[in-house]
């Protein structure tokens, strides 16, 4: 069911909205999901928007910023046994659009998180935008720009508390790789190396969160190819520990002294690293003091330190732990099969 307005008002979506679950019936909702975007994005973002909120049961609300004359606000209500929660779209032009926080205000629920998406074209400041301050944590995704590596760069020098990136959710499999690598096979690391992209932006955070864990020289290497992170190798003194992409859905797992063996390594979906990435509605401190490590260029090409600390000689790591950040899952997430 699609209830249509045009022309209209925050109050008669209210109302309007009312009288839909008064007829079709409420769900429990966990929290507010704004999603910023523009025409041409449009059903990309809803449909990854309504794909994540399936985990997230929430209130979506679309705010679809459109090429047009006049000052208009025009709406749809949509209701369906697929759509997990409100969907609300709000097609915005004009001065309203420059003050859509003023429509999207009255439409959140009450006494619950707000979060603020930009799955395109994020603000430059999450936190100073009209709309990002109505929200407790704000997510952007800089891997859908052309140059994800400078648009990450870009949102570490604007970064405040309760903002974060899709990006960190992309290197999840990856670190969590790593440190069971580091479980199965403590060692002194001596240093690294990262083969990507070389405008790939996820590889910037995994350097960083490297450096500044482990204390030890990064060094990326630029390789054309189909994108992402290819390989990495912590060197040891028996030798290097190994993780090499295949292709999109596995990997193969080197250490000393044994045989290969292949791992799954999926490239997710945007739905699916939105889904990772709302299971927290805190402000995520990990993520926050890798982006805060990147800003500095902690681990980063050109820089004369890798880490303000270095690693205690005869200790497998800066902790002294078995993996790299003295905790049983250094992801800072729970533990799950890397996906």
């Excluded at 429509?103 to 430059?124: H, M």
């Excluded at 899709?166 to 690598?181: E, N, P």
Aim: aromatic residues 2%; glycine residues 8%; hydrophobic residues 40%.
């Amino acid at each position: 069911m699609i209830v249509t307005l045009h022309d209209t008002t925050a109050a008669d979506i209210n109302a309007a909205l009312i009288e839909n679950h008064r007829e079709m019936g409420g769900t429990a909702l966990v929290h507010t999901l704004i999603t910023i975007c523009d025409s041409d994005h449009y059903e990309t973002a809803l449909q990854d928007a309504v794909d994540a909120a399936r985990e997230h049961p929430a209130r979506v609300l679309m705010v679809v910023h459109t090429k047009g004359r006049g000052n208009t606000l025009d709406a749809e209500i949509q209701t369906a046994e697929a759509t997990p929660g409100d969907v609300i779209v709000l097609r915005v032009c004009g001065k309203i659009a420059e003050h859509a926080d003023s429509v999207v205000l009255p439409l959140l629920l009450p006494d619950s998180p707000v979060i603020a998406w930009w799955p395109f074209n994020a603000p430059r400041d999450l936190a100073a935008d009209s709309i990002g301050r109505l929200a407790t944590r704000r997510i952007s995704d800089s891997g859908t720009a052309k140059d994800s590596r400078r648009a990450l760069e870009l949102r570490a020098q604007h970064l405040s508390p309760g903002d974060s990136d899709l990006c960190w959710a992309r290197i999840t499999s990856w670190r969590a790789l790593a440190a069971a690598a580091l479980d199965q096979h403590p060692s002194q690391v001596h240093s690294i190396r990262v083969e990507a992209d070389p405008t790939n932006g996820p590889t910037s955070l995994l350097t960083a969160w490297l450096a500044l864990k482990l204390g030890v020289p990064v060094q990326r290497d630029d390789v054309k190819g189909p994108g992402g992170i290819i390989s990495l190798a912590l060197s040891t003194a028996a030798g290097d520990i190994e993780i090499r992409r295949t292709d999109r859905r596995s990997a193969v797992y080197r250490i000393p002294g044994e045989p290969a063996r292949g791992v799954a390594l999926d490239r997710r979906s945007i739905a699916e690293v939105m889904a990772e990435e709302l299971r927290r509605l805190d402000p995520d401190p990990v993520q926050a003091e890798v982006m805060a490590a990147l800003h500095r260029g902690v681990g980063q090409p050109g820089t004369s330190t890798e880490s303000g600390t270095k690693s205690p000689a005869g200790k497998s790591n800066p902790t002294g732990k078995s993996n790299p950040t003295g905790k049983s899952n250094p992801t800072g997430k729970s533990k799950e099969k890397a996906r």
